[in-house]
């Protein structure tokens, strides 16, 4: 069966007695939607009873005003997903759900897990039917004997049989649970509203419905939500933390917090060491928007060079899915970005970005500045070149594709058409964030993954020209 392999998605829960919280999961799906655009779900009990209702589309598209009335409970699991290995099956949208002796459990989840082949197999051959090909289903199928009995033994028996990331959102009828891998390399949070509590993958979900920040949940941690309120629990023993820090340079929006910094400030700070690292001469500083926005703040800060926005950023185009013709195609880049030709006529830019992947936006970008006038692009990247690819939830490219495994700085720069070309050291990125390297997983940039990923799933996504190599 033909699996999904990349899910990078957005969680939030709610537990708030006496509420109607449809509305509140709505919202925050919205301020989460960076985290996945494909589909989007809202689970909800009153106690007693579960309703489900997902769809593909944005969290606009997917929930009505009518449907969100309908889906009555004071507890909810929302999600958002985002995925583009073609399968976008219904099926494959969540929370899912599984339901076994009138019992109901859902589970919403974001990461990737790299073992799930055997646990698939053991599960159907005792007779469990899937009705997707996502991992997530895997993981409802091994805890659902639990239902109805102690759940939390279910996840210390069954999570630490799932390798890979994950954080996970669970709901039962009577329960809401929010779970880290024993690495936590996804985020998710805790916060306090009313009487009640959320779980949200980042704290901009929290703050959306004006819920307080708590903490953290640990890697290897419960969150455990009901009516006796919230209690955590280590479920599983806690490995070397090691959040994605990918999350810090462009997954994650600017203003949620992660080990207790802000991202913006984060960003900010990453693009004033850029600044200390590459210096040059020029008339501007233009961020790539939106990413790319507080690091080249940083920049100008450092620098003294002007801030400017030089390029305008159609911020809803990306999202349509109405398929574009050849010839609206053809426009690439221009679809999401449109320059200031009067501003940047003649000027010498420092144009500022998050992250370089294959390339072919950025070569784009850089030609579009050019053909608007720009005397000198001096590209700086806020983060190190991403030569490796991800198993554990960030969707971008295998190895081959991503261009800074097979080329030079020189040979990028070269590539994507700019006067010079900057990486941030691995040094100062990790400077920025306010903790030590080991508190990361830093794999895409030098391969050291902190869970080891099977042979087979390796050997996929990792060759060069058909040889493996590190
Ligand atoms: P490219 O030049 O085609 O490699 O595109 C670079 C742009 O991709 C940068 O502006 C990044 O912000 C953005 N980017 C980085 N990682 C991802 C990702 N996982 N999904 C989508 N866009 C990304």
Redesign the pocket.
């Known amino acids: 069966m033909e699996k999904e392999k990349r899910e990078?998605c957005g969680i939030f829960g709610i537990c708030s007695p006496g509420d109607e919280v449809a509305k509140l999961i709505y919202f925050a799906l919205y301020a989460l939607q960076h985290r996945g655009q494909e589909s989007a779900g809202i689970a909800v009990s009153n106690g007693r009873e579960t309703m489900l209702l997902k769809d593909l589309g944005l969290v606009s598209q997917v929930f009505s005003e009518r449907d969100l009335v309908t889906l009555r409970g004071h507890m909810g699991l929302g999600h958002v997903r985002y995925s583009t290995t073609g399968k976008t099956a219904w099926e494959n949208s969540q929370p899912i759900q599984v339901t076994r002796g009138g019992r109901t459990i859902y589970v919403a989840h974001n990461g990737n897990l790299v073992n799930t082949d055997a646990l698939r197999r053991e599960l159907a051959g005792n007779g469990f039917v899937f009705r997707s090909t996502s991992d997530t289903e895997v993981i409802a199928g091994l805890l659902a004997p639990y239902l109805g009995g102690d759940l939390i033994e279910g996840l210390r028996q069954v999570l630490p049989r799932l390798e890979g990331a994950y954080s996970l959102g669970i709901m039962t009828e009577n329960q809401l649970i929010g779970v880290r891998d024993p690495y936590g390399i996804r985020p998710l949070c805790v916060g306090r509203y009313m009487g009640g509590f959320a779980i949200s993958s980042e704290s901009c979900g929290l703050d959306i419905i004006g819920a307080e920040y708590v903490r953290e949940i640990e890697p290897g941690e419960a969150a455990v939500i009901d009516g006796e309120g919230l209690r955590f629990v280590q479920v599983m023993e806690k490995k070397k933390p090691s959040l994605c820090i990918?999350e810090f340079?462009?997954?994650a929006r600017p203003d949620s917090v992660l080990y207790g910094t802000y991202l913006y400030h984060a960003r900010k700070h990453m693009g004033m060491y850029l600044a200390q690292e590459a210096p040059v001469e020029a008339d501007v500083v233009i961020p790539?928007p939106d990413?790319?926005v507080p690091a080249a703040i940083g920049f100008s800060q450092a620098s003294g060079i002007p801030f400017g926005e030089g390029l305008i950023k159609n911020r809803y185009v990306g999202r349509t899915f109405i398929q574009p013709t050849q010839a609206i195609r053809q426009l690439g880049v221009r679809l999401k970005l449109n320059p200031l030709v009067r501003d940047i006529k003649g000027k010498r830019l420092v144009v500022v970005?998050?992250?370089?992947?294959?390339?072919?936006?950025?070569?784009?970008?850089v030609k579009m500045l050019r053909d608007a006038g720009a005397r000198e692009i001096h590209m700086r990247i806020s983060s190190p070149p991403?030569m490796y690819p991800?198993f554990y939830g960030?969707?971008?490219a295998v190895r081959k594709e991503l261009?800074a495994s097979t080329k030079s700085v020189e040979e990028i720069r070269r590539f994507?058409g700019a006067d010079s070309l900057h990486y941030l050291s691995m040094e100062n990125l990790v400077r920025s964030t306010g903790r030590p390297k080991d508190q990361f997983c830093t794999a895409c940039f030098d391969a050291e993954y902190p869970i080891p990923v099977p042979e087979d799933v390796l050997s996929d996504k990792f060759r060069l020209e058909g040889r493996m190599t590190r």
């Open positions: 990078s990918f340079i462009y997954f790539v990413t790319g970005d998050d992250s370089i992947v294959r390339g072919t936006t950025t070569r784009e970008i991403d991800c960030i969707d971008t261009i994507i």
